[in-house]
């Protein structure tokens, strides 16, 4: 098997190679920034996304050590960019959550978008952290569960029993806030 030129820089970072990690930064760069400011961007804050890149060739450095470019140098970079963005919500204290099907659309009066935004509010905070995790992955990035269940580095599974229990709490949320239709 051919080695790329992504792995071939990462297994040079991992020895300490500094000329490797800016060739890397060069070449990969816009791909995270890119994905930093589409993720921030949902929270009007895309101008973090520079800090956040900064931080992430950072982390990359500081971890090179934990590097094991035969299992997926790509993967490696993007579980850092994820747990990133992932500590970067924690820290503003962000909650963005897609209305479950079974809400009632909030667009008809203001009160009603109010109560809507202090239910998802609620109904996060409820959660356990890796539901949280999960969440967000799913419904808020989008990825399949088999996706999801590698980036969270849990069994597929069990990344199905969180979104059960997930779906189950929301329910449970929403009919006690009385928005159900």
Not at 45 to 63: G, H, I, S
């Amino acid at each position: 098997m051919m080695e790329t030129s992504c792995e071939a820089l990462m297994r040079a970072i991992a020895i300490g190679d500094e000329i490797a990690l800016a060739e890397l930064i060069q070449s990969r760069s816009d791909h995270f920034l890119g994905y930093f400011e589409r993720s921030l961007k949902r929270f009007g804050k895309a101008a973090d996304a520079e800090d956040l890149l900064q931080e992430f060739w950072l982390k990359v450095w500081r971890n090179r050590k934990r590097i094991e470019p035969e299992k997926g140098a790509f993967r490696w970079l993007e579980r850092i960019a994820l747990n990133l963005l992932i500590d970067w919500t924690r820290k503003q204290k962000v909650c963005e959550v897609v209305f479950p099907e079974e809400m009632n659309d909030p667009k008809e009066n203001p009160f009603d978008t109010l109560l809507a935004k202090q239910i998802q509010t609620k109904c996060l905070e409820s959660l356990a952290p890796r539901q949280r995790l999960v969440f967000r992955l799913c419904c808020e990035q989008g990825l399949d569960p088999q996706e999801a269940a590698l980036l969270a580095d849990i069994n597929p599974s069990t990344l199905r029993n969180h979104l059960a229990h997930l779906r189950k709490n929301l329910k449970k949320q929403i009919k006690a806030w009385g928005w159900s239709s």
